[in-house]
């Protein structure tokens, strides 16, 4: 799909006016997808779990984010190039602290900045509320003109009353990133897999693994025999209660390997089978 061109004031309100940028859920519209950012870098269109339409991504540690916010319970909605309007709030910030204000490239337009992500977060007491993340690599944080679109970016949130903070690739592990990018594979499970009884009787088997010295994989095909069904569909199950977080295992520090050991492991029983339960209905 051909991208958008930025060059006048009426290119910007005809984008606002199509719906870019505006909505929520399934319905919300990027103000900037993939193919509307030339890059030198990685950019990736997802298909979301948690939100089922397509995520634009502008570099791996996008991507990464989104895995963070996609196995977290606690984000609700997630909201990628989220533009911060109208442009003149940014353009008023960015003359108070003296700083240039950025334009489109080639052009004498001022540009809509826009935060990479705007998450919408359960809190502990089941009120909702906005949270925007940066995303930026270590390394550009040296960079004086990127701390100061930075700071009109902060100080733009702060006058809409949501926190804002950056996330940088030191807050997640390799492993975290590669295990959860597995695990997102097996977030959906076929119908005939959702059953809670099944899933009971998986667990207790696998607790029961607890005492043999097995590879993970030769622990499934254990379990898939005993219970009559498909290797692939015990595989399936594991990773899935995995990622439902009703099988806990240290993600950050070890990459999950089928043939490797199966790693130490809690089973959460009662909230994560009912909540399991009630999706199979």
């Known amino acids: 799909m051909r991208g958008r061109r930025f060059a006048s004031k009426q290119d910007i309100e005809r984008h606002i006016a199509n719906g870019f940028g505006s909505g929520a859920g399934v319905g919300y519209v990027p103000w900037l997808r993939v193919q509307d950012v030339p890059s030198m870098g990685r950019s990736h269109k997802i298909p979301g779990v948690k939100v089922e339409r397509i995520h634009h991504l502008l570099s791996d540690l996008e991507r990464a984010y989104l895995l963070v916010c996609e196995f977290s319970e606690d984000v609700v909605d ?31 337009l001022p540009l809509v900045m826009t935060t990479d992500f705007l998450l919408t977060v359960r809190q502990p007491n089941g009120d909702f509320k906005s949270v925007a993340r940066t995303i930026k690599y270590q390394q550009d944080l040296n960079s004086l003109r990127t701390l100061e ?130 999706r199979s209905l």
């Open 78 to 108: 997630i909201r990628e190039q989220y533009p911060l309007l109208p442009e003149e709030s940014t353009q008023a910030i960015a003359k108070a602290i003296g700083v240039r204000y950025p334009r489109y490239k080639s052009t004498a």
């Open 149 to 278: 679109k930075l700071e009109i970016e902060r100080r733009f949130w702060m006058s809409q009353g949501v926190d804002w903070a950056i996330v940088t690739e030191e807050m997640f592990t390799p492993d975290l990133i590669k295990n959860l990018g597995l695990l997102r594979r097996y977030a959906q499970l076929p119908r005939a897999l959702t059953s809670s009884a099944l899933h009971a009787e998986f667990l207790e088997l696998l607790e029961a693994s607890k005492a043999y010295p097995w590879a993970t994989s030769e622990c499934l095909r254990r379990i898939a025999t005993r219970l009559g069904i498909a290797y692939g569909d015990a595989r399936d199950i594991f990773f899935n209660l995995i990622w439902r977080k009703v099988i806990l295992i240290d993600l950050s520090n070890a990459p999950l390997h089928l043939k490797s050991p199966l790693p130490e492991f809690k089973v959460i029983y009662s909230s994560a089978l009912s909540a399991l339960n009630e």
